[in-house]
């Protein structure tokens, strides 16, 4: 039953979206990458979603709340900090331009070397950072969910872990190489809605466990059988999430990940009008509110359930589902779990596509290829970025907590492109120099900060959140020092592509607002911030904070 309904599922996603999207225009360059530019904000906030939510999310947050509770929420509430960004300050200025990706944007901005720059950057993050984390945490996930030793008679979990990374990689290459950005967009809607109902129903099952069958009993009990603190929103300094760094690092890293990381935002590209990119991004903020529900409680949950038999918290959503999940809803969501994968995959897929196409190989390479030369060169590309995940993926299976390993890895890129991104945006004068120095400067600082030891272990005791702010606002102020004692002769201008109609949504200063009155009233309501003098005597830089 649980197989038949998997494949049923997964066979329907396909089915539809190949219906749907059939004679959509995939031979063009604005066909394949940006959809046409004819996304309406209900596709815009389902892409937006599933490409975040996947297994490195509700199998890595789950985890970290399994260990530290509900403070791990930050990443999912301060995204919507981002997301109101998005739609007020970054949107705006990426479509008035009319461009495809980031590095376009930059080079705009500032000069060739820019967009060769940070393209190389983007594609070398995406390679060996992000599509193997994607594909690892996707197959461990169904690995557990599906029981997949027992279905397939194979035990050495090395070989199934290749199996299953293989057969998920080629299926998300499908989806990604042949149906361009509105095949991903209109699959990611429809295995949105069964994620998120997939998602709740976890945490509604797992209650009813642990209450003995009742709902509202799990309710009552389950603050008895946690750990102190673990519905605090206020994190400690030896939690993943200490509260200091909701100002610092982690909301660096949400503002780089929902306003300019390219695999996100390529659908608010395709957007049909600015208006329907800001209401497409301030719902996707809405239903972030809702993700610690179905993110963040269920590890919660398994710690007052499995406390005693998970091992290591990468572990215990896995572990969850298959205590509480009825047999006939098993092969559901694997199937939501699947499209989860598929969508985080196909979607950095397209857009290492998209990067490679049309910044390198358009603007080096070839260009006076076209349209069609132009969409091959993206394909055969990712044909090879896919055989490259997929050899990396496995090499993960050591990874004690992947979650966090994921957000410090991706941050030494996400810094230094946040900020010459801010400072291309503000400045006027700032000339290419600047921009092109702080690229290369900001990935060596970080990567020697995280690596090379002696350094290493101060950074660890700076806490790193915190020596990553240091460094974007180093990055920050250098670049405007620089343009300050040698400006541009000329101010930039930014030019204005009228490639969509660029009338604001009415509402979305006030829904943006009331998003963050809803982000502040969620952290004082579940706030104790005694927590904060809990400070370990080894991180004298937390004492100084909290002094």
């Excluded at 020697?448 to 020596?467: D, R, S």
Aim: net charge neutral; aromatic share 12%; with cysteine.
């Amino acid at each position: 039953m649980t197989l038949v309904t998997f494949v049923f599922f997964t066979a329907l996603v396909a089915v539809l979206t190949w219906v749907f999207t059939r004679k959509a225009d995939h031979h063009t360059g604005v066909g394949f990458f940006l959809a046409g530019r004819s996304l309406t904000f209900p596709f815009i906030a389902g892409s937006l979603l599933l490409t975040n939510l996947s297994t490195e999310q509700m199998v890595g947050l789950n985890g970290d709340a399994f260990t530290h509770g509900l403070c791990v929420m930050a990443w999912e509430v301060v995204a919507v900090v981002a997301l109101v960004a998005m739609a007020l300050f970054f949107l705006p200025r990426f479509l008035k331009s009319g461009v495809t990706t980031v590095p376009e944007f930059l080079e705009m901005r500032f000069d060739k070397t820019t967009q060769v720059l940070t393209n190389l950057i983007f594609l070398a993050a995406y390679a060996v950072i992000l599509l193997p984390i994607i594909l690892y945490t996707g197959a461990t996930g169904l690995l557990d969910i599906l029981n997949v030793p027992e279905l397939t008679g194979i035990h050495d979990r090395r070989t199934l872990l290749y199996l299953i990374v293989i057969v998920v990689a080629l299926i998300g290459s499908v989806y990604a190489l042949w149906g361009g950005l509105k095949s991903v967009a209109f699959s990611d809607t429809l295995n949105g809605i069964g994620l998120y109902i997939g998602g709740l129903l976890i945490t509604y099952f797992a209650l009813v466990k642990l209450g003995n069958g009742s709902f509202m009993t799990g309710l009552d009990v389950l603050p008895q059988e946690v750990k102190p603190n673990a519905f605090n929103s206020i994190g400690g300094p030896h939690t993943t999430a200490p509260f200091f760094t909701l100002f610092t690092g982690i909301l660096l890293i949400n503002v780089f990940y929902w306003c300019t990381n390219q695999q996100i935002i390529q659908r608010t590209f395709g957007a049909s009008s600015l208006a329907e990119g800001q209401k497409g991004v301030l719902l996707t903020g809405a239903f972030k509110l809702v993700g610690p529900l179905f993110l963040v409680l269920p590890g919660i949950i398994a710690y007052a359930l499995l406390k005693n038999e998970v091992t290591a918290s990468n572990q215990a959503y896995g572990k969850l589902v298959q205590l509480v999940l009825p047999n006939y809803l098993a092969g559901f969501f694997a199937a939501a779990m699947l499209g989860a994968i598929l969508s985080s995959f196909n979607s950095a897929l397209n857009s290492t596509c998209t990067l490679f196409s049309l910044g390198l190989y358009k603007r080096l390479l070839r260009p006076d290829g076209t349209d069609a030369e132009v969409v091959k060169s993206g394909r055969w590309f990712g044909w090879i970025i896919t055989i490259v995940a997929i050899v990396i993926a496995p090499m993960l299976d050591n990874m004690q907590n992947i979650f966090q390993y994921l957000q410090e890895m991706n941050a030494i890129y996400f810094i230094p492109i946040l900020a010459v991104v801010v400072v291309g945006m503000l400045s006027k004068r700032v000339p290419a120099i600047a921009a092109n120095v702080a690229l290369v400067a900001g990935v060596a600082v970080i990567a020697i900060g995280y690596f090379m030891p002696g350094i290493k272990e101060y950074v660890v005791q700076m806490q790193k959140y915190h020596f990553i702010s240091v460094v974007f606002v180093l990055l920050v102020a250098g670049m405007y020092l620089y343009g300050a004692v040698r400006p541009l002769k000329e101010a930039w201008v930014q030019y204005e592509a009228r490639a969509v109609d660029m009338t604001p949504w009415k509402y979305a200063v006030h829904i943006g607002v009331l998003l963050l009155v809803v982000v502040a009233a969620i952290y004082v309501w579940f706030a104790d911030f005694s927590v904060l003098q809990d400070v370990p005597a080894e991180t004298p830089i937390a004492t100084q904070l909290v002094e």
